[in-house]
């Protein structure tokens, strides 16, 4: 069984830490195409002036809202969500700025959009994601 994971273009997508413009997280474009039972590592590098940022990355299913994963901050451990603690781990890179996800024993369920985000980044009540805006002034 083939699984088909899409990384998003988002080049085009502000990136709101502390609303500066040189603040930015890129992830390779295109499909990743693998096979049930393998393992997948999706890509993330950012570039930040925030001495101490916070990385997450969210899945996308299909007809569905982004669903928070993780979080990874410079110091200190990080947190998974529950339904995402076994087969899914990132470590965040300070050297090289990059936050790849490994994910492991793929599952049909895995077939989704990944996106990983740099803080400041919020949840509701209900762990729906919001990305906070800032305006131009």
């Known amino acids: 069984m083939l699984l088909h994971f899409i990384l998003p273009d988002i080049s085009g997508l502000p990136s709101f830490p502390e609303c500066r413009g ?67 781990q990132a470590d965040l890179d300070t050297k090289t700025n990059s936050i790849p996800l490994t994910i492991q024993r793929l599952q049909l369920s895995d077939s989704a959009v990944y996106y990983c985000a740099l803080r400041p980044t919020v949840t509701t009540g209900y762990s729906v994601p919001i990305q906070k805006h800032c305006r131009s002034q």
């Open 22 to 88: 040189e603040d930015s997280v890129t992830q390779p474009t295109g499909d990743v195409i693998t096979t049930e039972g393998e393992q997948v590592t999706l890509g993330c590098t950012f570039d930040t002036q925030d001495g101490g940022p916070y990385l997450f990355w969210y899945k996308q299913g299909a007809n569905d809202h982004p669903k928070y994963m993780l979080m990874r901050p410079k110091y200190g451990t990080g947190v998974n969500a529950a339904e995402f603690k076994d087969r899914f």
